[in-house]
């Protein structure tokens, strides 16, 4: 069942992807959290109108008149902005689209886990998109009042891929797209953390193993490690 799965890939302190070693979504968003300065550059200075799943699928476009519209929208009267330019940023530079359209392949072997996407031409093609996008928000009035904005985004993207793991496992004895989804989620994760600017970058400190109280079964493990 789903459970299996969520602890087979969540618990891991470390996951190796693509033969780099990565922390785990717990254990980095533990030190997130322990890093108010952080926390503080990342919280909006202003909300407003979102969409609520602003992804490629849901802007549709009429080619003759480049009009669009956006559809199913699930937003607020007063969002946080960069959750809507996460969701886009989720399409155009994590490769969402291209993993949910079953683009890729990936094999996984205790915590090691190996993916690729299968479509080069189309990771070209989203690239250029990405690119464009970025130039475009750049000069946006909404850019130029929130100095942050690159920064929130690029979280709000990783959460966007960390998040999808339960919409898409099927439990079909493989789960190969909520395993990709997931591993991309870590890598994007643990990139932001790693390019944080000085002033605000995470301590190093010593990995300790994450362990999730859930179970009986869990609160004995924890109770026996702490005696």
């Not at 322990?34 to 549709?60: K, Y």
């Amino acid at each position: 069942h789903k459970h299996s799965l969520f602890r087979e890939l969540i618990d891991p302190v470390e996951l190796t992807i693509n033969n780099v070693k990565h922390q785990n979504i717990l254990s980095l968003i533990e030190r997130i959290n322990a890093n108010s300065e952080l926390l503080q550059h990342l919280s909006p200075t202003w909300v407003c109108r979102t969409h609520g799943d602003l992804h490629f699928d849901n802007i549709l476009i009429d080619a003759g008149s480049e009009k669009f519209i956006l559809v199913d929208p699930r937003g607020t009267l007063d969002y946080d902005p960069t959750y809507d330019i996460g969701k886009i940023w989720h399409s155009c530079n994590s490769f969402y689209d291209l993993l949910h359209s079953r683009n890729f392949s990936v094999d996984i072997k205790n915590r090691r886990i190996d993916y690729m996407i299968t479509n080069p031409s189309m990771m070209e093609v989203y690239s250029e998109i990405r690119d464009a996008v970025l130039e475009w928000f750049q000069s946006t009035q909404f850019a130029k009042e929130e100095p942050n904005w690159k920064l929130q985004s690029q979280f709000s993207e990783a959460a966007h891929m960390c998040s999808v793991l339960p919409f898409h496992a099927v439990m079909d004895g493989k789960d190969e797209l909520a395993i990709a989804l997931y591993s991309r989620g870590v890598e994007l994760l643990s990139q932001f953390c790693s390019q944080l600017p000085t002033h605000l970058s995470l301590p190093a400190g010593e990995i300790t193993d994450v362990i999730n109280i859930n179970t009986d079964s869990d609160y004995e493990q924890l109770k026996s490690q702490l005696e």
